[in-house]
């Protein structure tokens, strides 16, 4: 069955550092999602995407946040320059065109 | 504003009893609802989904009920095993917007199941 995966599992950082989290999507979707979870928290929603751009972003989702396809099959979420509160789990999702967001494994992130 | 929240942050059941786990929402508006399973360490897997239109959908050994007058959502899992185990999250899709928008989650809730 198809699944979306995520690399890396986890990544440590230092403050200030830019990283960006990959995720292939399943393949025939066409809708891409951003989301991520605090340790202990509910999952919330950073953002998606469609037919190469933004269609909907939270307030969450700043100007140290960008999202790209840069090919047919993965889906970056960049951070520009992190901060400790950016410590989270994040996780990439997608859909087709039935209503079911299919989740990633996440990426645990640790800004130190 | 939006909001999905959950009566009971946690569940302890044995196994082989039915669970049943609730979700308020506040957003009347909303017309799509669905459940997650997530365990530890992992992303959440999708259970069972249900549309505004609808008040009762049955899955395998899940069923979702969906009350528009008080705004309650509930999954009930019957016949409960030690794989059930996890946290639980309704999540709601606004109207209004795209068909394939954000999803907003609730708190969670942590299901034990006992054998």
């Known amino acids: 069955e198809p699944e979306v995966t995520q690399t890396p599992s986890h990544q440590v950082t230092q403050m200030g550092q830019e990283v960006i989290l990959r995720c292939v999507p399943i393949?025939?979707?066409?809708?891409f999602y951003w989301y991520r979870q605090i340790l202990g928290q509910k999952v919330e929603f950073l953002v998606s995407?469609?037919?190469?751009?933004?269609?909907?972003k939270s307030e969450i989702f700043d100007d140290q946040f960008s999202v790209e396809r840069p090919d047919g099959s993965n889906f970056t979420l960049k951070i520009r320059s992190t901060k400790l509160e950016d410590s989270a789990m994040y996780f990439c999702a997608s859909l087709r065109s039935l209503l079911v967001q299919y989740f990633g494994p996440g990426t645990r992130l640790t800004v130190t | 504003g939006e909001s999905v929240g959950l009566h009971l942050p946690t569940l302890s059941v044995q196994e082989g009893d039915n669970s049943i786990i609730n979700c308020a929402y506040s957003?009347?508006?909303?017309?799509?609802f669905i459940w997650y399973k997530q365990e530890s360490g992992k992303g959440p897997q999708f259970i069972i989904d249900?549309?505004?239109?609808?008040d009762k959908r049955q899955g395998q050994r899940v069923t979702v009920l969906l009350n528009k007058t008080v705004k309650h959502l509930s999954l009930q899992i019957a016949a409960t095993q030690p794989g059930d185990s996890a946290v639980y999250f309704c999540a709601e899709r606004g109207a209004g917007g795209t068909s394939y928008g954000k999803l907003t989650f609730g708190q969670g809730t942590i299901l034990t199941v006992h054998p």
């Open positions: 249900i549309r505004s239109n609808m």
């Open positions: 957003n009347s508006a909303s017309d799509y």
């Open positions: 393949s025939n979707h066409l809708y």
């Open positions: 995407f469609y037919n190469n751009e933004i269609s909907e």
